[in-house]
């Protein structure tokens, strides 16, 4: 199973950007996939998590400003980043869990995710 971010790269402060995680060879169709962020000296960050059924849960760092949404084949997971910021800097990986809810996937220190892309780097600045 592979798992193929795209999308990252520079943009201004106030702007926005789309990320992609597209399943290589399978479908999205797990009980949990979500996005994190990853910043150097920082413990991994679980932004927002989606469920089979369309649920989802989001980080308070980013609930209002970040979206996550799967495309009807299910094998492209998007997160939308409206009015970003340089803290939102870092690199960005899609991840999924075979069993795990979605409030664990994306909540702290939980390692044990199943499959992880290899991450792309947003990078916020002027």
């Known amino acids: 199973l592979q798992l193929v971010e795209s999308g990252g790269g520079l943009v201004q402060p106030g702007g926005s950007l789309r990320l992609s995680c597209a399943a290589a060879g399978f479908t999205l169709d797990y009980p949990a996939i979500g996005w994190f962020r990853q910043v150097p000296g920082k413990d991994r960050e679980g932004l927002v998590c989606?469920?089979?059924?369309?649920?989802?849960v989001t980080a308070d760092s980013v609930r209002g400003r970040f979206t996550i949404s799967r495309d009807n084949a299910k094998t492209t997971v998007y997160l939308q980043m409206n009015s970003l910021a340089p803290e939102d800097t870092g690199t960005y990986y899609c991840?999924?869990?075979?069993?795990?809810?979605?409030?664990?996937?994306?909540?702290?220190?939980?390692?044990?995710?199943?499959?992880w892309g290899k991450g792309t780097l947003v990078t916020v600045s002027l």
């Open positions: 991840a999924i869990d075979r069993a795990a809810s979605i409030q664990t996937l994306c909540g702290p220190r939980y390692y044990g995710q199943d499959y």
């Open positions: 989606i469920s089979r059924n369309g649920d989802t």
